[in-house]
């Protein structure tokens, strides 16, 4: 009897006290409604069944709402994060992109004359962009006077990784005079 008690004092601790204090009530109620039976054998094994049956039962939904409650939490992360959209082009002498335009040699050119290279520009970029050139530090300034560049690019869209194939074209005016030989840098500008 004594080890039987000693393990219904552990369980008893165990069991948070409005569970202990809900079962003494059933308990009492029970040996209450038990006094009406012939057997006090009878009388403890309905009682503690009934007893064990109802723990069971609290002690099942306790548990329950401590899995719900632990299901039922939410946390909220706020976010914020600017996107790096790169711009940029690259400029080659060939449509295998393997030969890198960095400067174009006009060569000796006669008045009255044009010339043409043709050149592929490639958006290297991860957003689509337009393309503009302009023409900058002309020497001697001039030379701008006289001499023309244009291209036939026509404002089509150059999507990620893909290219366009232009024509420069210079054009040396007739009347040129002072200049003997010439330099300028072409700017390409890719917009997106």
Do not use: C, H
Request: proline residues 2%.
């Amino acid at each position: 009897m004594k080890n039987n008690r000693g393990k219904q004092n552990v369980v008893n601790q165990a069991l948070p006290s409005k569970i202990r204090t809900l079962l003494k009530k059933v308990s009492y109620y029970l040996n209450k409604r038990a006094g009406t039976s012939n057997s006090d054998l009878t009388k403890r094994k309905f009682v503690k069944a009934t007893i064990a049956v109802v723990a069971l039962i609290l002690l099942s939904g306790f548990m329950l709402a401590q899995v719900m409650s632990a299901i039922q939490i939410s946390r909220t992360i706020s976010n914020v994060g600017t996107l790096k959209l790169s711009v940029d082009i690259g400029v080659y002498w060939d449509a295998s992109f393997t030969n890198r335009t960095t400067a174009i040699n006009w060569g000796t050119l006669d008045p009255g004359t044009t010339k043409s290279f043709s050149i592929y520009i490639r958006n290297e970029g991860n957003s689509a962009l337009t393309l503009s050139m302009s023409t900058s530090n002309w020497s001697p300034s001039t030379a701008s006077n006289y001499i023309t560049l244009n291209w036939n690019y026509n404002g089509q869209t150059v999507n990620p990784n893909g290219y366009v194939g232009v024509t420069f074209t210079l054009t040396v005016s007739n009347s040129i005079a002072g200049v003997s030989s010439f330099s300028f840098d072409i700017s390409l500008v890719g917009s997106g």
